[in-house]
């Protein structure tokens, strides 16, 4: 069975300051990613996606960047936070690459920036 | 560009009562549509899923319809229980790689 992990769960951050979030997809090889941001209280908004390692796509620009080191592991970072950087981050994989798949969410980091 | 609108942002009902959410989406492409779920404090899980071959899907007592002509999509169930309370996204996949276009969620409380 997949399974994906998301880390950390939480973190409080200073504005300025770095973050790296990371997500592991074990039992899929090469599996599709992607990143979305959730406003608190709001919709699901996709940042990145990935198709392949080393390949990642920008979806909207929010200074963030996203890499892929290895096939299931899946990295969101910033060199400088900014307060609308808070929200709830999900990384998620599918199957295939067309839009009638299904999204397989990990449970999320939720970041609150101060 | 796509787009998605969800028309009742809260609804509150109580066990036993009947559900409908609506919602309406916009694409030039033939799209397939979905209704994730999301529980606090986890990620959204796949709900239905609804495609331009069959305008139906049922799972766990829930029914999605959608309406071509109208281009609406719905989701319905007969009697909801408290364990139903959540938030329930209208999400349509488009002709684009990979991306999903997510409604802006509506809130369902069921009292006991």
């Known amino acids: 069975a997949q399974t994906i992990h998301q880390w950390p769960v939480a973190e409080i951050k200073a504005v300025g300051s770095p973050l790296s979030l990371g997500c592991t997809i074990k039992?899929?090889?090469?599996?599709?990613l992607y990143w979305y941001w959730q406003a608190t209280g709001g919709t699901l908004q996709q940042l990145f996606y990935s198709i392949t390692v080393g390949q990642v796509e920008s979806v909207v620009q929010l200074n963030l960047s996203a890499s892929r080191p290895k096939d299931d592991q899946f990295i969101l970072s910033t060199e400088k936070l900014l307060l609308s950087h808070s929200g709830f981050y999900l990384c998620?994989?599918?199957?295939?690459?067309?839009?009638?798949?299904?999204?397989?969410f990990g449970e999320g980091s939720k970041l609150t920036v101060l | 560009g796509d787009s998605v609108t969800q028309m009742q942002g809260q609804v509150t009902l109580s066990e036993d009562d009947f559900l409908f959410i609506n919602c309406t989406y916009s694409?030039?492409?033939?799209?397939?549509l979905f209704w994730y779920v999301q529980y606090p404090g986890e990620g959204p899980q796949l709900l239905l899923k609804v495609t331009t071959a069959n305008n139906k899907g049922i799972s766990r007592g829930f029914e999605a319809t959608y309406d071509k002509g109208t281009t609406s999509f719905h989701l319905q169930k007969a009697s909801v229980q408290e364990s139903d309370s959540a938030v329930y996204y209208c999400v349509l996949g488009g002709a684009n790689t990979g991306k999903l276009t997510f409604g802006d969620g509506t809130v369902l409380t069921v009292k006991p």
């Open positions: 998620a994989w599918s199957l295939d690459w067309s839009n009638t798949g299904q999204l397989y």
């Open positions: 039992g899929k090889s090469s599996p599709n």
């Open positions: 694409t030039t492409w033939y799209p397939t």
